[in-house]
């Protein structure tokens, strides 16, 4: 149950980083192309973004509650690991560069393809058309593939810094367990001196006494 609770954790976080991902992807996009201030404004209140106000709230909020969890698993397992005993941390299984170049394979095409979505149905509500993969390489949007690369980059070296303070954290109390559980082993003599022992009083049993000590 426990492997499935834990991987299940981690889907759960990693569609939260997404959807995080994407909406700063999204405001990135459109801040680099129309520049702050009220250009900007305008262009994310009005016409077919008028709903990203909204969804831009309750993006935010799972990204926050997403991030409260993590903390709070962190500082639990960093709690039980302290309890059983810090001393002898286990080698990472695997490096944090690759963690996090993992996790950016994965991250970067579920933004894209979300921000590809999202532009798609904003221009058939708001112009009539669809761009289809123009949203991501066309003129029209020409830094919207290397600012969803950056961003999304960043979430992964987010990503694959957790991932391997957890799975250092739990190889530590697993080991700590493991050493609490081992059986102490009894000291106990040796069957050699045991016998020889045991046999010593019975050494002589049964000899008659030195000639000397005979009485005449």
């Known amino acids: 149950m426990r492997p499935v609770r834990h991987t299940a954790r981690?889907?759960?976080?990693?569609?939260?980083?997404?959807?995080?991902?994407?909406l700063i992807s999204h405001d990135a996009v459109w801040l680099i192309q129309l520049g702050p201030g009220e250009p900007l404004a305008a262009a994310l209140r009005g016409g077919a973004h008028g709903y990203w106000a909204a969804v831009s709230g309750g993006l935010a909020v799972v990204g926050l509650v997403t991030a409260a969890l993590v903390a709070r698993r962190i500082l639990t397992l960093r709690r039980r690991a302290m309890t059983v005993g810090m001393g002898g941390r286990p080698n990472r299984s695997t490096p944090y560069a690759a963690r996090a170049a993992s996790a950016w394979v994965r991250l970067l095409p579920v933004?894209?393809?979300?921000?590809v979505l999202q532009e798609n149905v904003e221009h058939a509500f708001g112009h009539g058309h669809l761009p289809g993969l123009a949203a991501l390489v066309g003129p029209e949007y020409p830094l919207a593939l290397p600012v969803i690369a950056a961003i999304t980059l960043l979430g992964a070296l987010v990503a694959g810094a957790v991932l391997t303070i957890e799975d250092e954290l739990l190889a530590t109390i697993r080991a700590g367990q493991r050493r609490l559980r081992a059986p102490r082993r009894l000291v106990r003599p040796m069957r050699s001196a045991v016998v020889r022992t045991a046999a010593t009083p019975r050494a002589h049993a049964g000899r008659a006494p030195p000639p000397l000590l005979v009485p005449v």
């Open 10 to 22: 981690r889907r759960i976080a990693f569609w939260a980083l997404a959807a995080v991902g994407l």
């Open 111 to 115: 933004v894209a393809i979300g921000f």
